[in-house]
């Protein structure tokens, strides 16, 4: 199996650390320095909110490991009564029903139902978004209390969002474009793209052709996570990116458009799947090709870690924080929001988790893999 050593993974994070100098969170759009570029090193009075013990050489906080962005705010999550969901319904509407939504939405379901509710999901076939508005009409219809959106862009649908916050019902989200009349939660995922690029960027010695499997123009984050590549990319003149849209976010349909890429452009040095289901599908390619190229991916899904295990070819993840943002985060806030409290932290910004980057060989060789490692909750301003 591939497998990032020491000498390796020191010098991700140093790249990692140069990167990030120049590009600080979502709202900071400095450029990006050229990768042989030096940045001289600061004096750190305070560790940074959620840093490890181990800063990078300039004093920022290491986000590819769990730190949060210099400059964030933390976010405390609220710790209510959870008795009050005792009769209450919960409504779901996901993009789409996989394994790694699953993860999210079962975990919900199940804070919800073990205190009393009920829960009603829907989803909407990763295409079909003219069901988005029937849905949540639906739900409105049938008089559910809280509503939880996973992966669906807001942007156009303020209107019916607002008639939910004006009837005293938590709307919540993950995963998509937000608006302020919703309370979203996120991951950091133009910084979790960056430092994707990095990774590739030092894995093929700064030059090489990439492909990027994503669905940018369908899900606002998976278009965050691609413009914090590029970033990255602008600054590898002798990297070259191609970018194919599998459209459906089925591994399948990502298996597919990476085997007919692999046909035009055998030479392919390494591919980065926009999410859990498009880099399991890239793998899943590789593995019929005849290629040294390597995947990897974001999202931190159990079937990520079993590719992982498969093959030779997955080579990293950023888990973000999908299976938190389900609880404890979502389950409390909605929780708290019903007793009649606000949502934590300012209004109309997302709440981000941290994320960590996983490379196969902390991945073990066989059994379940759990990254666990606590998440700390921010804002970005701006």
Known sequence: MRRVGLVRVLGILLMIALIAAACGDDSDDTAVPEPAAEQPAEESTE????????????????????????????????????????????????????????????????????????????????????????????????????VFNLGIDM????????????????????????????????????????????????????????????????????????????????????????????????????????ETAFQANPGYAAVIGGFSNYGIGVSLALDTLDTDAFVVTADGSDEEYDQMQATDNFLATMDDPHRYVADPAACTVAASMLAGNPPPGAPGIPIIGSSILVTNDEVPAEGDFLESTPRTWYQLSG
């Open 47 to 146: 560790e940074p909110p959620g840093a490890p013990e181990d800063e990078q050489a300039d004093g920022l906080p290491d986000t590819a490991f769990g730190a949060v962005p210099e400059g964030a705010t933390v976010v405390e999550l609220p710790d209510p009564d959870f008795s009050v969901f005792e009769g209450t319904t919960l409504g779901i509407i996901s993009v789409v029903t996989t394994p790694g939504t699953l993860r999210l939405t079962d975990r919900l379901t199940a804070c919800v139902e073990s205190n009393g509710g009920s829960v009603d999901y829907q989803d909407i076939g990763g295409i079909n978004f003219d069901q988005v508005q029937p849905i949540l009409e639906g739900f409105q219809a049938a008089g559910v209390d809280v």
């Open 155 to 258: 942007v156009g649908r303020e209107a019916i969002a607002n008639e939910f916050a004006n009837a005293g019902v938590p709307f919540l989200m993950f995963g998509a474009v937000a608006i302020p009349e919703v309370v979203a939660f996120d991951a950091n995922q133009k910084e979790n793209g960056r430092i994707l690029a990095s990774l590739v960027a030092k894995e093929i010695g700064g030059s090489g052709d990439v492909l990027i499997v994503n669905s940018g123009p369908l899900n606002g984050a998976l278009a965050d996570r691609e413009t914090g590549m590029e970033e990255v990319f602008a600054n590898f003149p002798d990297i070259t990116t191609t970018t194919v849209d599998p459209q459906d976010f089925t591994i399948e349909t990502a298996q597919a458009v990476t």
